[in-house]
């Protein structure tokens, strides 16, 4: 079956008649059960309850809806805020079928346990709940940090905790699988998480006593344990104590100690460990005669046939000045050169920097008075929206129409959140990398109220003020998190929560077989829906108003005493206290 606004027909014989039955199902619905019998007993059983959302008790989203399911539909005079409320919280009551729907007025607060009651509730024969009905829950902490990592997404909540999703190559989740995650998952045994870091395959995580944990893809000892095992959980970086920023390149890594002395391990093929070798590190090593650093980053890029990757680091200064090392190909170093340095060099002529980041071959630099400059590979107009693609090995001022940037973010495109809490974008505009050399690129203007933003690669993700996490651009392998594989041009919620919080998601799987003189409609379950009215009609334009309606179904539903020879068209609505799909 195709989506909702485009219909599918299916034609259908019908068994042991001369005649055609079609029926034309729209994809974004659906519902079903069976015709009643009319069996004549008296209801005496009380209603049972069958599902509630959310499924779990911990982890539930702040802002969702919470729902009960029974086992038969119940009566709406006996669905009052006494009966059914969550303590201490104003909300809104909605019922429909068999389900009742809470929901609150205002989000509820962070880490807080919560208790849902329902009691005193009827069916519609007046048989009485068996018993009172109790669901405590834990909400969830917000969300107060954000990293990207090629394909994958790493957030970090308030509450020290680590959360993942997107690609499961190597085990870089940390969820102790190598299963690929559509929405966020916990990584194993992490606590007291200060600061997060993402590489190519690869996951860095601080903690607030000061030592670094990491996990994934080890092949080039990038991972600082000594090994070059694959980890799918967190293993600790051996000997590194007193660390205060960590960041990860393709399969090097980085840590800046407290004393403002930077430290590196794994691949080293470019010199980005910056100890003035070539030979890859399983353990940390010093940066050599880098002193007083307070900000860290790296960057990579990998060959057209993408075959071998080269990295470069960069270093941020007390003093403001930046310092770079590592491969040099597209002048990322910024020192006026192609060459590239296993020790530090300082970028040319930047002074009063406040923040760096490093992006795909290139390097960029936020100064004091919220002015970014840029320095590298311009092919994808990265560096410089609207220049030729000519690459620059010397920083210089972006176009001036992103004045007053707060934060920076880079990987295939460029990231800039403004000081109003708005995004910028440029570069790599479109999640399939078909690209657009412009200031404004992809997500721009959509998103407000921002306070944080890093980059994947072709995907944005952006940290709101509310602690909740928002992502746009490709998605084949989940890492926007918000359930699906399906890229977006637009900002989509990350889904901390098995709780309802959205209308309910398109159906799939919608099918018809044809009976004597009836029609069986099945459908696969939509996310969020608690309830479904099957509709159907001779017209082919069915829909709530011209159709025939069935309330409260369940899937398998079959429509009985259908006229021979006449074709049937139907269409199935999905709903639950935030809305419903179309018909």
Not at 99 to 121: A, E, H, K, Q, R
Not at 179 to 202: D, E, F
Request: aromatic share 8%.
């Amino acid at each position: 079956m195709r989506s909702r606004i485009n219909r599918v027909c299916v034609w259908l014989l019908v068994m042991l008649l001369p005649m055609i039955i079609l029926s034309c199902s729209s994809g974004g619905g659906g519902g079903g059960g069976t015709t009643d019998t009319g069996t004549g007993t008296t209801d005496t059983a009380p209603p049972a309850l069958v599902s509630t959302t959310p499924t779990g008790t911990t982890n539930v989203s702040v802002n969702s809806l919470f729902c009960a399911t029974f086992s038969e539909k119940l009566e709406p005079l006996s669905l009052t805020s006494s009966n059914v409320h969550i303590a201490g919280v104003e909300a809104n009551l909605s019922s429909k079928c068999s389900s009742v729907c809470v929901d609150p007025t205002s989000d509820l607060s962070s880490n807080t346990t919560y208790t849902l009651t329902i009691n005193g509730v009827t069916d519609i024969a007046g048989n009485l709940l068996a018993s009172p009905y109790s669901f405590s829950f834990i909400t969830s902490s917000p969300v107060k940090a954000i990293a990207g990592g090629f394909n994958h997404t790493i957030a970090l909540k308030t509450d020290g905790t680590v959360w993942t999703w997107g690609s499961n190559e190597f085990g870089k989740l940390g969820d102790g699988t190598t299963t690929q995650r559509t929405t966020p998952v916990q990584v194993n045994g992490l606590t007291n998480v200060a600061a997060i870091a993402g590489g190519y395959s690869h996951t860095i995580a601080l903690k607030t006593d000061g030592t670094v944990w990491t996990w994934g893809n080890n092949n080039n000892g990038q991972l600082g344990d000594g090994t070059q095992t694959q980890r799918i959980a967190p293993v600790q970086v051996s000997g590194l104590t007193n660390v205060a920023a960590i960041a990860a390149g393709y399969s090097h890594s980085l840590a800046l100690k407290t004393d403002g002395t930077v430290w590196s391990w794994g691949n080293n093929n470019d010199g980005q460990l910056g100890d003035g070798t070539q030979t890859q590190s399983l353990s940390p090593v010093r940066v050599s005669g880098l002193t007083n650093v307070k900000a860290i980053a790296a960057g990579y890029y990998l060959t057209a046939d993408i075959m071998y990757q080269h990295s470069h680091s960069l270093a941020l200064k007390n003093d403001g000045t930046v310092w770079t090392w590592g491969d040099n190909a597209y002048g990322q170093l910024g020192d006026g050169t192609t060459t590239q340095s296993s020790t530090p060099v300082q970028a040319s002529g930047l002074t009063t920097i406040s923040a760096i980041a490093g992006g795909y071959g290139r390097s960029f630099a936020l100064k004091n008075n919220g002015t970014l400059w840029v320095w590298g590979d311009q092919r994808t107009g990265t560096v410089c929206a609207g220049c030729a693609p000519v690459d620059f090995t010397l920083p210089r001022q972006i176009q001036a129409d992103v004045p007053n940037i707060s934060a920076i973010a880079s990987s295939g495109h460029g990231v800039a959140l403004k000081i109003d809490g708005t995004v910028k974008t440029w570069g790599y505009q479109s999640f399939d990398g078909a690209g657009t050399i412009g200031i404004t690129g992809l997500g721009d203007g959509t998103i407000t109220n921002v306070s944080a933003v890093a980059a994947g690669n072709t995907y944005t993700i952006a940290l709101k003020n509310d602690g909740t996490v928002w992502t746009w651009g490709s998605n084949n392998y989940g890492q926007l998190g918000d359930g699906t594989t399906t890229s977006s041009d637009a900002p989509v919620k990350a889904i901390f929560s098995t709780a309802v919080s959205a209308a309910p998601a398109a159906l799939a799987g919608i099918t018809a077989t044809a009976g004597i003189s009836k029609m069986t409609v099945s459908w696969d379950t939509s996310t969020w829906a608690t309830s479904y009215d099957l509709y159907y009609s001779t017209s082919s334009a069915v829909n709530t108003t011209t159709g025939t309606k069935i309330e409260c179904v369940t899937s398998p539903y079959t429509i009985t005493n259908l006229t021979p020879g006449i074709p049937y068209y139907t269409c199935v609505v999905a709903s639950n206290g935030y809305g419903n799909t179309a018909c």
